[in-house]
C-alpha cells in the first residue's frame, strides 16, 4: 500500500479530508496520512481509539513516536493523557489500550538504528522557550542526526521569515490555525514540505504546532 508516498511532493491534508478506516483492532480507526507498506509500514497516522479499546502486544521494529492529540493512551508502562509526546525506539514493545478513549498521531519504522532514547514528555507542563522571532516560543521535543521535533507556539499576528526546509518539514496543527502564501490550516491539518521547498509563514490568530525537521529524503531540487 502506497499512501502519499513520493516524499519529493508537497501534501496538505485538512480535516475535512479524514476517511477513517478500520485497523485489525476492534474500537480502533485510522486514519492514513502517508504510508508504504502493507499492515507493517512506514506510516504517519492519525489513530482513534473508542473507550475500552485495545491493540495486541506488538514490537516496534522500526521504531514508534507518537503524540497524544486527546483522551488518555494506557500501555503496561503507565498512562499518557493529551500532550503527552512519547518515543519508543526499535526493538522496543508493549500493549496500547485506553479507557476513556484517546486519539493519537504516530509515526512508525521512521527511526535510525542509533536512535536509541526511549522518553516521554509531558508537554503541558514542560517549559516553552522564546523562539527566534518575537511572538515565538518553542518546546524542543528530540533531536538525532538530522531530525528535530519540537512544539511551536505562535501568538496572534506572529510572522516568521521566508525560509527553506532542508531535510523537509512536517507539520501537524494542534491548536489555532497556521498560514502561509499556499493556504491556511485549521487544527487538525497536516502538512508535508519536501526538502529545500520554501514559504513564509505566519499565523493570524495564533496556533500551535507539532513539526518536524530535517528528517525527509534529500533528493529534491
Not at 524542543?140 to 527553506?164: C, D, I, K, M, Y
Request: net charge negative; with cysteine.
Amino acid at each position: 500500500m502506497e499512501i502519499n508516498a513520493d516524499f519529493e511532493k508537497r501534501v496538505v491534508v485538512l480535516p475535512e479530508d479524514y476517511i477513517w478506516s478500520k485497523s485489525p483492532a476492534a474500537g480502533v480507526e485510522r486514519m492514513m496520512l502517508d504510508r508504504v507498506g502493507d499492515e507493517v509500514a512506514r506510516a504517519t497516522t492519525i489513530v482513534r481509539f473508542a473507550p475500552g479499546s485495545k491493540f495486541d502486544a506488538h514490537t516496534h521494529g522500526g521504531g514508534e513516536e507518537f503524540l497524544v492529540l486527546s483522551g488518555v493512551f494506557s500501555d503496561e508502562t503507565g498512562d499518557f493523557p493529551a500532550g503527552s509526546y512519547v518515543r519508543n525506539p526499535i526493538g522496543t514493545s508493549h500493549t496500547p489500550h485506553t479507557d476513556e478513549g484517546c486519539t493519537i498521531l504516530v509515526k512508525l519504522h521512521q527511526f535510525a538504528p542509533d536512535d536509541t532514547a526511549q522518553f516521554s514528555i509531558d508537554t503541558q507542563r514542560a517549559e516553552f522557550r522564546p523562539g527566534t522571532a518575537p511572538g515565538l516560543s518553542v518546546l524542543p521535543l528530540h533531536s538525532a542526526a538530522t531530525e528535530n521535533v519540537a512544539l511551536v507556539r505562535w501568538a496572534p499576528g506572529t510572522r516568521f521569515t521566508p525560509h527553506q526546509h532542508w531535510g523537509g518539514e512536517e507539520i501537524f496543527v494542534l491548536e489555532g490555525t497556521f498560514q502561509d502564501e499556499h493556504g491556511n490550516y485549521p487544527a487538525g491539518s497536516w502538512i508535508r514540505s519536501p526538502h529545500m521547498s520554501r514559504h513564509a509563514p505566519w499565523s493570524e490568530e495564533g496556533c500551535l504546532i507539532y513539526v518536524k525537521t530535517g528528517h525527509l529524503p534529500m533528493t529534491a531540487a
